[in-house]
């Protein structure tokens, strides 16, 4: 898995970096260990975004729909490279159990909340699946927020928010706690976009 990141990171890196001088802010608030690494969803690129300023230091997983496995050529490299593919919308228990393996084996695991591409400038309702990930492993949640527009050959910051644990529950969390999390994660990565002045 390492080998094929470590490919795409020297071939699709500096193309990469070339077309939108990618920047970090923030990222030496990213703790060692498991971390569920939560971000706003725009654009295919971003992945590699947050894959090209974290790798090679850190090995991380990422979580893509399960539509991708069955893209022609492009499936087999991302499975190759350690993608868990997610079914939306189904209760998908085998990428389920990978990606709580994963973070109890201390990996850092990249997903999107909002669980599919939201366009434009604004954001969608957040799923309830990492606030489950991460009472189910302890593992913090660290908000992340991406430029939804991303400039050629201008500067794109990507901003790293504090990591937390979400509030446990005294007994087995409910629905409506799962919600709750779920709305003041999406709630921190706003919190994360520059402010016009």
Not at 41 to 59: C, E, Q
Not at 105 to 116: A, N, Q, R
Request: hydrophobic letters at 40%; a positive charge; proline letters at 8%.
């Amino acid at each position: 898995m390492r080998r094929w990141l470590m490919l795409a990171y020297v071939v699709c890196g500096p193309i990469l970096q070339f077309l939108f001088h990618i920047r970090a802010e923030g990222m030496e608030k990213l703790p060692e260990g498991a971390v569920l690494l939560c971000a706003n969803h725009s654009a295919y690129t971003d992945p590699m975004f947050v894959g090209y300023l974290i790798f090679p230091r850190y090995n991380p997983r990422f979580v893509g729909k399960e539509e991708l496995r069955h893209v022609p050529v492009l499936g087999r490299v991302l499975e190759n490279m350690g993608v868990i593919f997610l079914r939306r919308g189904k209760s998908d228990l085998k990428a389920i159990r990978e990606i709580l393996r994963s973070l109890k084996d201390g990996e850092k695991v990249l997903i999107f909340p909002e669980g599919t591409r939201v366009k434009g400038d604004e954001y969608g309702d957040a799923r309830t699946g990492p606030a489950m990930l991460a009472l189910r492993t302890g593992a913090p949640l660290m908000p992340v927020y991406i430029p939804s527009r991303k400039r050629v050959f201008r500067r794109n910051i990507v901003i790293f928010g504090e990591p937390y644990h979400p509030q446990r529950t005294p007994e087995r969390a409910a629905q409506e706690d799962y919600e709750s999390i779920a709305e003041d994660l999406m709630a921190r990565i706003r919190a994360l976009e520059p402010k016009e002045t």
